[in-house]
């Protein structure tokens, strides 16, 4: 198994479990265990948690579950032939079966280069401790990008008593993830707590001294900060599939069953392109690649199980807790909004009678329930999904 994710970790505790005998290796390139990546943006920079207190493969780690663990192996080829993979050190490791779980990377501006002076990319707990370290040195924060990572790290500056402006250059803040209802809520609770969102700004260039940074928007604004955080969408590292001769596509391209061109290889998580319900699709969040690593790892051991899922995401910013579940429609299907009380919000994608989607903030019970009417295929009663006093489970209960 090549990486430290979710998809990594859960491919080989599933393979291990599948076949007791087998020797199950995991590498990866950074030096500690595995650890869970969604608090790098809101704990750990709050200094609340701390990467280690939350490892993928629970308490005890993945020895725990009799999976090797080899640190600081960067995978720089394989060699099909031979089916061995070899390390930046120069040692080798033979296999009979191989799960890529390769991950994503942080997508670069270059006017914002990685290493660059008060320059700060968050996708490594190394990445999260120096921007920790760097925020309890500030007063002004600079966000470029208007996605999730961008405004959790937006709110978790907040919390700390910095002042945060956030740069976008779509029209909204979360045009990819939710709708225009739903980004209206979360943006008010951004300016209730002071920060300064600009939507509609491309960045032009920037410049570092030895007391602040300096952003000039394209349309020649100038704003300076202590530092900038860049949360401009990530990648899928497939660098090494692809010089295997892998079939790659802006991803790892794999079957329903998680195997790649080579049927010894098999991929899954953020790298990976994969039939979908309108098409090949990657998805990009901790419930498809926990999921998809799993079934990759128990069919890697020998398994022939297809990869089914209906995807879903959270995210924590203030007090609202932001999460939506399932298959949005390629076009915008018709849309039902369910009216909830306070900041609470919750909203329905209906197509052929059925629930595809569901986005909610502060409605985690009715979303679990969401969920269900998705993988069942329920017919809807559209009404009654609309009205807040007719409890959602009462839609599961009436198919019973």
Same mark, same amino acid.
């Given at each position: 198994?090549?990486? @430290?994710?979710?998809?990594?970790?859960?491919?080989?505790?599933?393979?291990?479990?599948?076949?007791?005998?087998?020797?199950?290796?995991?590498?990866?390139?950074? #030096?500690?265990?595995?650890?869970?990546?969604?608090?790098?943006?809101?704990?750990?920079?709050?200094?609340?948690? %701390?990467?280690?207190?939350?490892?993928?493969?629970?308490?005890?780690?993945?020895?725990?579950?009799?999976?090797?663990?080899?640190?600081?192996?960067?995978?720089?080829?394989?060699?099909?032939?031979?089916?061995?993979?070899?390390? #930046?050190?120069?040692?080798?490791?033979?296999?009979?079966?191989?799960?890529?779980?390769?991950?994503?990377?942080?997508?670069?501006?270059?006017?914002?280069?990685?290493?660059?002076?008060?320059?700060?990319?968050?996708?490594?707990?190394?990445?999260?401790?120096?921007?920790?370290?760097?925020?309890?040195?500030?007063?002004? %924060?600079?966000?470029? @990008?208007?996605?999730?990572?961008?405004?959790?790290?937006?709110?978790?500056?907040?919390? %700390?008593?910095?002042?945060?402006?956030?740069?976008?250059?779509?029209?909204?803040?979360?045009?990819?993830?939710?709708?225009?209802?739903?980004?209206?809520?979360?943006?008010?609770?951004?300016?209730?707590?002071?920060?300064?969102?600009?939507?509609?700004?491309?960045?032009?260039?920037?410049?570092?001294?030895?007391?602040?940074?300096?952003?000039?928007?394209?349309?020649?604004?100038? %704003?300076?900060?202590?530092?900038?955080?860049?949360?401009?969408?990530?990648?899928?590292?497939?660098?090494?599939?692809?010089?295997?001769?892998?079939?790659?596509?802006? @991803?790892?391209?794999?079957?329903?069953?998680?195997?790649?061109?080579?049927?010894?290889?098999?991929?899954?998580?953020?790298?990976?392109?994969?039939?979908?319900?309108?098409?090949?699709?990657?998805?990009?969040?901790?419930?498809?690649?926990?999921?998809?690593?799993?079934?990759?790892?128990?069919?890697?051991?020998?398994?022939?199980?297809?990869?089914?899922?209906?995807?879903?995401?959270?995210?924590?910013?203030?007090?609202?807790?932001?999460? @939506?579940?399932?298959?949005?429609?390629?076009?915008?299907?018709?849309?039902?909004?369910?009216?909830?009380?306070?900041?609470?919000?919750?909203?329905?994608?209906?197509?052929?009678?059925?629930?595809?989607?569901?986005?909610?903030?502060?409605?985690?019970?009715?979303?679990?329930?969401?969920?269900?009417?998705?993988?069942?295929?329920?017919?809807?009663?559209?009404?009654?999904?609309?009205?807040?006093?007719?409890?959602?489970?009462?839609?599961?209960?009436?198919?019973?």
């Amino acid at each position: 198994m090549i990486g @430290g994710g979710p998809a990594g970790v859960f491919a080989a505790i599933e393979a291990k479990r599948a076949d007791a005998n087998a020797q199950v290796l995991l590498l990866t390139d950074e #030096a500690c265990e595995p650890y869970e990546k969604p608090p790098l943006s809101k704990t750990v920079l709050t200094g609340k948690a %701390l990467p280690e207190q939350a490892l993928v493969a629970g308490q005890g780690g993945l020895v725990a579950h009799n999976v090797v663990l080899e640190q600081t192996a960067l995978c720089t080829a394989i060699n099909r032939i031979k089916r061995e993979v070899v390390t #930046a050190s120069g040692h080798s490791h033979c296999y009979d079966a191989l799960v890529l779980a390769t991950g994503s990377l942080v997508r670069e501006l270059p006017q914002l280069p990685p290493g660059a002076p008060r320059v700060h990319y968050l996708r490594t707990e190394a990445d999260a401790r120096a921007l920790a370290s760097a925020l309890r040195q500030s007063r002004q %924060l600079i966000v470029v @990008g208007g996605g999730l990572i961008g405004l959790e790290a937006a709110a978790s500056a907040t919390e %700390l008593g910095i002042k945060a402006t956030v740069l976008e250059i779509a029209p909204r803040i979360l045009g990819r993830v939710c709708d225009e209802e739903t980004s209206t809520i979360i943006a008010d609770e951004h300016r209730r707590h002071g920060v300064n969102l600009r939507t509609g700004t491309a960045i032009g260039r920037a410049q570092a001294n030895t007391s602040d940074i300096t952003v000039t928007a394209a349309s020649g604004e100038t %704003l300076a900060a202590d530092l900038v955080v860049v949360g401009a969408g990530v990648k899928p590292n497939d660098a090494l599939a692809t010089a295997a001769g892998l079939a790659t596509d802006n @991803g790892i391209i794999v079957d329903a069953y998680c195997r790649t061109s080579d049927p010894a290889i098999f991929a899954a998580g953020d790298a990976v392109q994969f039939p979908g319900p309108h098409g090949s699709v990657r998805l990009e969040n901790w419930r498809h690649a926990l999921d998809q690593g799993a079934v990759a790892g128990r069919n890697a051991a020998g398994g022939t199980e297809i990869y089914r899922t209906v995807p879903s995401f959270w995210s924590e910013q203030y007090d609202l807790y932001i999460q @939506g579940v399932g298959w949005p429609q390629p076009a915008p299907g018709e849309r039902i909004r369910r009216p909830l009380k306070g900041k609470s919000s919750l909203t329905f994608e209906i197509a052929a009678g059925v629930l595809v989607y569901a986005m909610g903030i502060n409605a985690q019970r009715d979303l679990a329930v969401a969920r269900r009417l998705i993988e069942r295929r329920v017919p809807i009663d559209k009404a009654a999904l609309a009205d807040p006093d007719r409890p959602l489970a009462s839609l599961l209960k009436a198919t019973t």
